[in-house]
């Protein structure tokens, strides 16, 4: 029976040793899981028709393999694509066999068809459903197989798009003085400023738009303050009027008057009273359009509209706050960036960012019913539950951190002491047999 036991120690500890040494081997891979092992007692059925049915002395056996899905340290890396999940959920891929599988080792790389692919080549799962309206993706209402596909970084660029809209943020001083309308019956506005002469206006600014080509002009613009007090009787009384004036590619032929604009007593923009006007087109809310041929846009002229609201009126210089358009060149894709949220978002050469793709994680009920296959990756069985798919940051899946990778979760230090207190176990073991063994041998060659 002694003997039984001494080995059945000595084979825990050689399987308790194998455990061990896995972790250690693996500590330093990337979303590597610890595990440990799950001993149960073995018993044998009696031959010999005694009271008790069962012996012991068989020892131990492996009940389980459990694996510890805790999370890993976090390291920084140099590959904008590697991802590091902090929290719960797996990343989910295709593999090259068919199938789907779980990881939570980010490293991510493109291939030259575009897909997001980990090393061994197997495509990483998100979404890329467009939104018709802002041409950016967005997360679908429900998980569909048009919806939840493998990623693909697009291979064009991003087309021209024409300006048409403006956004004015800038002060006109209140402290300017006035450039009066000329006398009667010269018309407001009949004796426009001289771009050449800054004595003939009080302001200018100007900005780049683009016609519908992507090509790039200037649209410049001369305020002309023309009276002070309009009418104190008003509440509250309307206090000073500015005409704006317009110029394309500072072509002093295209000047055009376009508007006129009133200021309240609080230095707020009261009204805009447009001179300018384009067949179909209305203009915003205290605010104009512009019009006019850019360069080779010879379709038709361009139509821009331009918003005022966030003119004013204030003591001090007049100064830009913010110059605003909604068009530009055509660019290429040259970077990428990935938020805590899991989109992916394209930066092009023109300076525009949108958003490409969406990155899925994927949770199941049962970390533990998930079957390993090997580099990293899990699949489900019906221990595990099916899989469920959602947003990083959404419900209790985790966050994405970009940049950088969830290391193993194997604590190396323990990991070494534990290896060090089995290989004792082992060797008291196997010195235990060996007494055992010389007694025996002792027994035999007694006559």
């Known amino acids: 029976m002694a003997f039984q036991q001494g080995l059945s120690g000595l084979n825990s500890s050689s ?13 330093s891979t990337v979303g590597f899981k610890n595990s440990g092992t799950v001993f149960a007692d073995a018993y044998a059925s009696s031959l010999t028709g005694a009271v008790s049915k069962v012996q012991i002395g068989i020892g131990s056996a492996v009940q389980a393999v459990r694996q510890t899905f805790n999370q890993g340290n976090i390291t920084t890396t140099s590959n904008p694509l590697d991802m590091a999940i902090n929290g719960n959920g797996f990343f989910e891929v295709e593999l090259q066999n068919g199938g789907y599988a779980l990881t939570r080792n980010g490293q991510f790389n493109i291939d030259k068809q575009g897909y997001i692919i980990t090393a061994l080549g197997d495509r ?22 048009d919806s939840f ?21 800038l002060n006109l001083s209140a402290d300017a003085p006035t450039i009066p309308d000329p006398a009667p019956p010269a018309l407001p506005g009949s004796v ?6 800054d004595s003939t206006y009080t302001y200018s600014t100007a900005l780049k738009i683009f016609d519908s080509l992507g090509k790039e002009h200037s649209l410049s613009f001369y305020f002309v303050r023309r009276t002070d007090v309009v009418d104190a009787a008003t509440v509250p009384p309307t206090y000073s009027e500015w005409d704006l004036y317009t110029v394309a590619d500072n072509d002093t032929a295209s ?14 923009i009261a009204s805009v009273t447009p001179q300018v006007t384009a067949p179909g087109v209305t203009p915003p809310l205290n605010g104009s359009v512009f019009s006019a041929t850019l360069g080779s846009d010879a379709i038709a002229p361009s ?4 918003a005022m609201n966030s003119i004013t009126q204030f003591g001090g210089k007049s100064t830009p706050r913010e110059l605003t358009q909604n068009g530009s060149a055509p660019g290429e894709i040259a970077g990428l960036a990935i938020s805590r949220n899991g989109v992916i978002q394209a930066r092009y050469t023109n300076g525009i960012t949108k958003d490409i793709a969406i ?3 994927t949770t199941v009920r049962n970390n533990n019913g998930l079957s390993p296959i090997g580099n990293n990756y899990w699949v489900e069985t019906p221990e595990s539950g ?19 990778v969830e290391e193993s979760n194997v604590d190396l230090t323990q990991e070494l002491v534990q290896m060090i207190i089995q290989q004792r176990n082992y060797q008291a073991n196997a010195q235990s047999i060996r007494t055992q063994d010389q007694i025996l041998q002792t027994l035999v060659n007694l006559r």
């Open 192 to 197: 426009p400023p001289n771009p050449n002469d």
């Open 15 to 27: 399987k308790a040793l194998d455990v061990i040494s896995n972790n250690v081997a693996n500590a």
């Open 359 to 361: 990155v899925n994680l």
């Open 149 to 169: 596909r493998t990623m693909v970084i697009p291979s064009t660029g991003v087309g021209a798009a024409a300006t048409s809209e403006v956004g004015l943020s």
């Open 386 to 404: 099916g899989f469920a798919r959602g947003e990083p940051g959404n419900g209790l899946n985790g966050v994405i951190s970009a940049g950088q």
């Open 124 to 145: 990483l799962m998100g979404y890329q459903v467009v939104d018709p309206i802002s041409g950016d993706v967005r997360a679908p209402a429900s998980v569909t197989a």
């Open 303 to 306: 139509v821009i509209e331009l």
């Open 255 to 268: 000047l055009t008057y376009n508007s006129r604009l009133g200021f309240d007593g609080l230095g707020r």
